[in-house]
């Protein structure tokens, strides 16, 4: 099978595209024909070597742990899915090894759903990890109606996921973004702040009382602001810096694979309650561009790679 890999860490110059032996099956496991994978900011961090203590990493690395695809082939004890079924999912393994940008990835069932049906694969694609993230932080935090919650990178792959499942929740939302992504993050049905200096005087204008919930989808000083801004019982939720969780009392969140946490999000996005923002969109060869797209830092919604 064709895939993207690389053999040692560095910048998106150690991708390429090369052949590779086909993936193999095992008894929970299914091979997903790979319609479209998307990047997300963990892929170029593991591949610059950052992640080298926390995952281990077994070269030649084929990256990529989000996918939109067909299944070609199911595992010995694999009841939730045939040969045909579209799905999409959130390929995380144990090791770095076999990821999603190729022709083919062996995905065990618990990383999985039923695509949403109105999506198209290259939507899909876009789905699992951010939507994932955003809607674990805003459960472990404890959304629900009537609060008002501010989010961090509002305009972002995982922040512009939270802004619309906190709103489909009945919560108020403000969210950081530059200027220009204003128009935008009111379109979700946020009310939207710039970010950088000056920010809790921001937010205190649009909610006096402070916010109910914060969630850090950026680090840096997001936190420490954060926990000024917080009404009496309110708290935080990051995945980016513990001290959200260490000394502030709040959360701190490393996304994990969920069927039923997928299945959530497809029935929000077929019920047209989130819907989904691609940026750009590559093919498998220029999948080293699709990184340093991402890379930028200055992507609205998601990067996609069509296989």
């Known amino acids: 099978m064709r895939a993207i890999t690389y053999d040692r860490y560095g910048d998106a110059d150690v991708l390429e595209l090369t052949e590779q032996p086909d993936p193999h099956i095992g008894a929970d496991v299914v091979v997903v024909r790979v319609k479209a994978a998307s990047v997300n900011p963990v892929d170029f961090k593991i591949r610059q070597g950052h992640l080298d203590g926390l995952m281990d990493a077994q070269f030649p690395v084929v990256p990529g742990w989000d996918v939109a695809g067909v299944v070609e082939q199911v595992g010995l004890d694999t009841p939730e899915y045939a040969v045909g079924d579209e799905v999409y999912g959130y390929v995380r393994k144990d090791v770095v090894h076999g990821g999603t940008f190729a022709e083919l990835v062996a995905a065990p069932v618990r990383t999985l759903a039923r695509k949403p049906s109105t999506l198209s694969f290259t939507e899909a694609a876009a789905v699992p990890l951010a939507g994932l993230t955003a809607y674990q932080t805003i459960r472990r935090a404890g959304v629900s109606e009537g609060h008002t919650v501010l989010v961090h990178a509002a305009a972002g792959g995982v922040g512009s996921f939270a ?55 950026v680090g ?20 980016t810096d513990p001290s959200a969780r260490d000394e502030h009392g709040g959360h701190y969140v490393w996304v994990r694979p969920s069927t039923e946490d997928l299945e959530e999000i497809g029935a929000m996005i077929d019920e047209a309650s989130v819907a989904v923002e691609v940026a750009e969109v590559f093919d498998l060869a220029h999948a080293a561009d699709a990184h340093r797209a991402s890379e930028s830092g200055h992507v609205r919604g998601k990067v996609v790679v069509q296989v």
């Open 220 to 239: 840096g000083d997001a936190v420490a602001v954060s926990a000024t801004l917080l009404a009496p019982g309110g708290t935080i939720a990051s995945i």
């Open 163 to 217: 802004v619309q499942i906190a709103r489909a929740l009945g919560a108020r939302v403000i969210g950081t973004a530059s200027e220009g992504n204003h128009e935008y993050l009111r379109s979700l049905g946020a009310e939207p702040v710039e970010y950088g200096d000056g920010l809790a005087g921001r937010v205190r204008d649009l909610a006096p009382g402070g916010v109910d919930i914060a969630l850090d989808y």
